[in-house]
Nanobody, 120 residues
Framework: QVQLVESGGGLVQPGGSLRLSCAASGSILGINNMAWYRQAPGKERELVAGITSGGNTNYADSVLGRFTISRDSAKNTMYLQMNSLKPEDTAVYSC??????????????WGKGTQVTVSS
């Protein structure tokens, strides 16, 4: 089995910064694409940023220039550096990864999420 565990969420004032982490553990032969999603109350889940195994990245227009996604493949960990945070960034942030298991099957996994609240 594989687990994804997010950390780093919390309460921050507008204009502040947070760094989220997503650590994968378990029976992992490799990890392909990884991504951060978020869901605000009453809204649908949306893609925030994604990163391929080769390091190519993509971002939602709403976070472009403020958020940076990265990964440490040796640690099976992905990060999201969030700067210039706005109240509208408030949401539960979840990580997602396509993991290659030792059975040569790629499966998609989700973390349980971490709350980010931007408020004065």
């Amino acid at each position: 089995q594989v687990q994804l565990v997010e950390s780093g969420g919390g309460l921050v004032q507008p204009g502040g910064s947070l760094r989220l982490s997503c650590a994968a553990s378990g029976s992992i032969l490799g990890i392909n694409n990884m991504a951060w999603y978020r869901q605000a109350p009453g809204k649908e889940r949306e893609l925030v940023a994604g990163i391929t195994s080769g390091g190519n990245t993509n971002y939602a227009d709403s976070v472009l220039g403020r958020f940076t996604i990265s990964r440490d493949s040796a640690k099976n960990t992905m990060y999201l550096q969030m700067n210039s945070l706005k109240p509208e960034d408030t949401a539960v942030y979840s990580c997602n990864a396509y993991v290659l298991g030792y059975d040569s099957i790629i499966r998609r996994y989700w973390g349980k999420g971490t709350q980010v609240t931007v408020s004065s």
